[in-house]
């Protein structure tokens, strides 16, 4: 399953190569993966089933890459991939050979199929879950494949939005379901038979009536039909749709027993097959009476799995496939009619079906099979449904009503698409190909063929049927059972949605009368609220106040700190509390405390950034005392490099003091809540530990690394995934506030100053400041040790496997010689001290600590393990050379980018928009 599931990715992310290459023609060759999923579907199910595969996936946190084979789920891999390989042929006629959009639309297709497969043969709810989401995020990419569109942006938008809520619900739901079996395996589920809380089954039956678009949630399924054809044929006739449908299967045997469960399922799914198939009588777009005729067929579906009886379930899984075989082949019919005549209005077309008689033979041989009518695979489905509800009166009236509509709206479809029409003049036909009739007439055949199979289909399916507790009313799944009270209520069916369609006029206006408010409407009108919720609520808390998100932030982490206590009592706190260790320490402190006393009563904005700063050397101090010279060496550095960031950014602000609007008690009051907030989680964090602490453990893990510095160890062996990740996003975030200074420049370069150098006297730098600006101490000082301070960060950066030091250390100290060189000469001293692009720096940083994560597993090991080796370099002597340098190196390299980034936003760009203020 996992290769069929690499072939689709693989597939898919070649998908725009191929159809730049092959034009429409690389559908066929899409068409391949779904088609290898059909043939190992096909050899599963003669091999034997059931047929179980399973791959650790995090071990710690107990996922796994667990699928499993068995009846049910065939049935639905054959429909899945079956299905989706026609309708990739058939697609490659649909579309027209200069398409933009073909290799967009083949990848999202295969990727979709990809998706459904791994839904369908998941074995775990969480890896269930997983694939779920991914069939939400590729039908939003396929309903909106014409971004042009604002019908197709707002259809998968509104799919999106809907289909994801309802996920995260079942989500939800899978978690108390996992956590209450004490496993997450399905299949186990199914055996155990758990009694979880009621919850659950709601949260799982909301997820499931939002993918299966059933009321309240059908209105994303009707505007989904502003996606392309054959789209609609795949997703919303064989596959998407059919997920929630499987979900209720899939767990019905679990429990279907159980009263809330069968409640919600029968009655949700009645009423969704009696009101779409009342709403399909009033379409007049082909395509849209499809649309709701497939909402009232979903909901039969749903309302049989939901039964929760052996009887309801086999006649589940007959109409399932009976569903998919004539709902596809109608969806291809339409897309054929509308690339005939150009469009799909009921009102313009008369004498299509004489024009177009193999389509139209197969439309009617799939519509006798959708109103149910022998001897086909819909009728053999439709008599099992009546036959296992004659002892549920309430059901089998919703379903024999839902099937008189049904009737209805299937003879209108035909009489709507082919029909010679009074007063309509015959619609002009273009020929039809060959590859788009034949997925068509394959599909509407093999209702026909199949039907004759039943009773072997019954045995075949009893693997799943069979788990069902209750056995219900004896079911007869035949292509013909002989004269019997299901037949005579099947007529009485019949009959009824024939008179509905001679009085469609009437019906039709009475629908519309009815018709209190468009689903869609109220869809938007509830967007709409939200929006202007969310706007109001921005508005509210974020009013562009840097100090008010500051505030807000710390009164949040004041009110956690409150609410745990209130909730859940007084904390114990078995922590060994010390005075100081060294004399020095206390010292300190009582510095650091005058100095963050002193901030609250500082007006000056620069003398605030320094008496911050001082608060920022004194913990660095402590460090220091504490005995870690890597925490303190950055600590020092990043505080210097921080400083220097306030007094570039100052220069923006005014430069009077501002009036603080809080009053000096309250700040002081919120200050000593947060420190007393945070230390106290601290200590109960450090109180909570019931194993042993993994600081012992590092020791061992560094000496295995080859890295005598514990710190470096655990930057970059023990918890390089972490350093991975914080250069990432720092990264990003430096971009993002730069960007943000160069809003209004379609240039990122450092544009030079108008004079370089002074007309006369000595000159130390290639660029100096203007008169009155320049220093010429200061730029001796700078020339003398710029290059001395950039050998000590490379020192730096050589030294931290042994010493104190690392990568991030030596680029900050990089950084720093970069900035004395922009701080002595000016923007165009910036330019010269750093010919490189810092995008280029930050890119190749990132690149090679990304390259040394891969490498390992080039080796055959893990993502992110260092290798190492020790030679023996003659006149040097022993060496140990690790790719770990290669990933401080990474570090070194992007901290270098992110200061040269920011000193090319905040200092350079700064200084030409001041220059250009002063100038005009």
Request: charged share 10%.
């Amino acid at each position: 399953m996992e290769s069929l599931l690499v072939l689709h990715a693989v597939a898919a992310a070649g998908a725009p190569w191929l159809a730049a290459r092959l034009g429409r023609a690389s559908l066929a060759v899409l068409a391949l993966p779904p088609a290898a999923g059909f043939c190992v579907t096909v050899w599963l199910a003669v091999r034997g089933l059931p047929v179980s595969q399973s791959r650790p996936w995090a071990p710690v946190l107990g996922l796994e890459l667990a699928f499993r084979v068995d009846t049910l789920a065939v049935l639905m891999l054959s429909l899945v991939t079956g299905v989706g390989a026609l309708v990739l042929l058939y697609s490659v006629r649909y579309f027209s050979a200069g398409d933009d959009g073909l290799g967009r639309y083949g990848g999202a297709m295969v990727a979709f199929a990809g998706s459904m497969l791994g839904l369908v043969a998941a074995d775990d709810l969480l890896l269930l879950y997983v694939f779920w989401e991914l069939t939400t995020v590729f039908s939003y990419l396929l309903i909106g494949s014409d971004p042009e569109s604002r019908l197709s942006r707002q259809a998968a938008m509104k799919a999106l939005v809907v289909t994801t809520s309802g996920g995260l619900a079942m989500l939800a739901g899978f978690v108390v379901i996992g956590e209450t079996a004490g496993t997450y395996r399905i299949s186990e589920i199914v055996a155990r038979h758990p009694d979880v809380a009621p919850v659950a089954l709601v949260l799982v039956l909301a997820g499931a009536l939002t993918k299966s678009a059933l009321f309240p949630f059908s209105t994303w399924l009707p505007a989904a039909m502003a996606a392309p054809t054959p789209v609609s044929a795949y997703l919303h006739a064989a596959a998407m749709v059919k997920a929630g449908v499987y979900v209720v299967a899939r767990l019905g045997p679990v429990f279907g027993d159980a009263a809330l469960w069968r409640a919600v399922a029968v009655s949700f799914g009645l009423v969704t097959m009696l009101l779409g198939g009342w709403r399909a009588l009033r379409e007049t777009d082909l395509k849209r009476l499809l649309a709701y005729g497939t909402i009232s067929q979903l909901g039969f579906l749903v309302a049989l799995f939901g039964a929760g009886d052996q009887g309801a379930a086999l006649a589940g899984v007959a109409m399932l496939l009976a569903h998919a075989l004539f709902k596809a082949t109608l969806f291809l019919v339409v897309g054929i009619v509308d690339r005939a005549t150009g469009t799909r209005e009921i009102g313009e077309l008369s004498g299509v079906g004489r024009a177009m008689p193999w389509v139209c033979g197969a439309a009617v041989l799939a519509g006798a099979s959708m109103a149910g009518l022998p001897p086909l695979a819909g009728f053999a489905g439709k008599e099992a449904a009546l036959e296992a509800l004659l002892d549920t009166p309430i059901p089998l009236a919703g379903v024999i009503a839902g099937s008189a509509l049904t009737a209805a709206y299937t003879l209108r479809f035909l009489w709507g698409a082919f029909a010679v029409k009074p007063g309509v003049p015959p619609r002009p036909v273009d020929a039809t190909a060959a590859l788009m009739l034949t997925p068509a007439a394959l599909l509407a055949a093999l209702g026909l063929v199949l039907a004759p199979f039943a009773p072997w289909y019954a045995g075949a399916m009893s693997g799943y049927t069979g788990t069902f507790r209750d056995p219900g009313h004896e079911v007869h799944l035949a292509a013909w059972a002989g004269f019997s009270v299901p037949l005579l209520l099947s007529a009485a069916a019949l009959v009824a949605g024939a008179v509905l369609f001679l009085a469609r006029e009437p019906v039709a206006r009475l629908g519309a009368a009815l018709g209190v408010v468009e689903s869609s409407r109220l869809f938007w009108a509830m967007v709409r609220r939200f929006d202007r919720f969310a706007l109001q609520a921005t508005g509210l808390v974020q009013r562009g106040s840097v100090p008010d998100y500051l505030l807000l932030t710390l009164l949040a982490s004041v009110g956690v700190g409150l609410f745990s206590v209130a909730y859940g009592g007084a904390p114990r706190l078995d922590v060994p509390v010390v005075g100081w260790q060294r004399p020095e320490q206390p010292v300190v402190v009582a510095l650091v405390v005058a100095a963050a006393v002193m901030a609250l009563r500082v007006r000056s904005a620069i003398l605030l950034a320094i008496v911050v700063g001082l608060t920022g050397y004194g913990t660095a101090l402590l460090f220091l005392f504490h005995g870690s010279p890597d925490l303190a060496l950055t600590q020092f550095l990043a505080e210097t490099l921080s400083l220097v960031v306030f007094a570039l950014v100052l220069r923006r602000l005014p430069i009077d003091p501002a009036r603080g609007r809080l009053r000096f008690p309250f700040r002081l009051a919120v200050g000593l809540a947060v420190g007393a907030v945070a230390t106290g989680a601290g200590m109960v964090a450090m109180s909570a530990r019931a194993t042993r602490p993994v600081g012992e453990l590092m020791g061992a893990a560094a000496e295995q690394a080859g890295i005598a510095n514990i710190v470096s160890a655990v930057i970059l062996d023990i918890r390089a995934w972490d350093t991975l990740g914080e250069s990432a996003v720092l990264i990003v975030l430096t971009l993002g506030v730069t960007s943000l200074v160069f809003l209004r420049r379609t240039a990122y370069r450092i544009e030079p100053a108008g004079t370089r150098r002074r007309d006369r006297g000595p000159h130390w730098l290639a660029s100096t400041l203007p008169h009155g600006q320049w220093a010429l101490a200061f730029e001796v000082a700078i020339t003398l040790t710029f290059h001395t301070v950039l050998v000590l960060s490379v020192f730096l950066l050589f030294i931290g496997h042994s010493g104190v030091g690392g990568g991030f250390a030596g680029g900050i100290v990089a950084g720093l010689a970069i900035t004395a060189r922009y701080l002595a000469g000016g923007r165009n001293e910036l330019a010269a001290a750093v010919p490189v692009h810092a995008g280029v720096l930050m890119g190749v940083g990132l690149t090679l600590t990304t390259g040394t994560a891969l490498a390992g597993l080039l080796f055959g090991t893990a993502a992110l393990q260092m290798l190492s080796a020790d030679v023996a370099v003659p006149v040097v002597g022993h060496l140990h050379l690790s790719t770990g340098l290669v990933f401080d190196l990474g570090v070194y390299l992007s901290v270098v980018g992110m200061v040269q980034d920011v000193l090319r936003g905040l200092g350079a760009e700064l200084d030409r928009q001041i220059d250009a203020e002063t100038t005009s």
